[in-house]
């Protein structure tokens, strides 16, 4: 998988995201660069994330937009991507932050030993060739009490890609002891446009 944090079509597996970079933060749920659209991704992030400082990995984190929100609300994190270019851009952007940026697979991330709070990924999973084999990995790096965090959908009309709701759920049941369902299509705050596809988060307690 290389940067995962986008609507990134059928050829995703194969798209070139180190070259991809510098322009990756034109859209405006990548960037977060207009305020009302960073406030919403703020806003829905701190009911996901703990109340708490906690230790949050960030898989398939693009330039960091995300860990950053998160380090801003208090939490440690580790973000991981396979595009060095686009890591470079989340160190830049996370500069002067406690936060350490990993090239790797977001589906085996190269984090060792070590265990999180929170597993947050965005616009990853669906493109993944094992999803159920990556959220059985991604498991096993929870603390107990630990929590997924993913944000999915189904984009496209005339090819659709994604991961519908209901399969995500469904893969989460055996892993996880409470599964929340959150729609998200219908906040165009978060996505700096009226959307009328599937976007939704699941915030799973394992």
Excluded at 81 to 104: F, N, Y
Excluded at 112 to 138: I, N, S
């Amino acid at each position: 998988m290389t940067s995962e944090n986008a609507h990134r079509g059928a050829a995703a597996p194969e798209a070139d995201w180190d070259a991809q970079a510098a322009s990756f933060d034109d859209e405006p749920d990548h960037g977060l660069r207009d305020p009302e659209v960073r406030a919403a991704w703020a806003d829905r992030l701190r009911t996901w994330l703990p109340g708490h400082p906690a230790d949050v990995l960030d898989l398939g984190c693009g330039t960091g937009s995300l860990s950053l929100l998160a380090v801003e609300q208090g939490h440690r994190v580790t973000g991981v991507d396979r595009s060095p270019a686009m890591a470079e851009r989340a160190r830049a952007k996370l500069a002067g932050h406690p936060v350490t940026i990993l090239c790797g697979d977001a589906a085996a991330p190269p984090v060792g030993e070590r265990h999180f709070d929170v597993v947050l990924v965005r616009h990853v999973l669906w493109a993944l060739p094992d999803p159920a084999g990556a959220l059985r990995h991604w498991r096993e790096l929870l603390r107990p009490g630990g929590r997924f965090v993913l944000v999915e959908g189904v984009w496209g009309t005339l090819g659709p890609v994604g991961v519908p709701a209901a399969r995500l759920t469904a893969l989460l049941e055996p892993l996880s002891r409470d599964v929340h369902l959150e729609r998200l299509s219908g906040d165009s705050r978060l996505w700096g446009k009226d959307v009328d596809d599937e976007r939704y988060a699941v915030v799973a307690t394992v």
